[in-house]
């Protein structure tokens, strides 16, 4: 379930609804500190998408999804999805 903001954001960043699919099958979850979870794609998540994939489709892919995270609630709500410019710090 996303957030009135979460759809808005996603329209306004051009993020692509299959973005939030993947990001929930293949993403890494990190708690940020704050009461959120943050789901982000690392170069272990590529690596499974390209075992069951194809590297071919997952480098075509790539370029439309374009390195997306999301924000979400403890519950799995989704607050709001983006595009990430920085690098993610690990806790």
Known sequence: MNTKHALKQGQ???I???ADEVLDRYG????DGHGAIIVFMTKASRRAMERDWGHLAVAKLWELLKDPYKVMT???QTITVG???QRIQRI
Do not use: L
């Open 12 to 14: 306004r960043r051009g």
């Open 16 to 18: 692509v609804s299959m």
């Open 28 to 31: 890494h979850e990190q708690y």
């Open 74 to 76: 403890t519950d799995g």
């Open 83 to 85: 595009h990430r410019y």
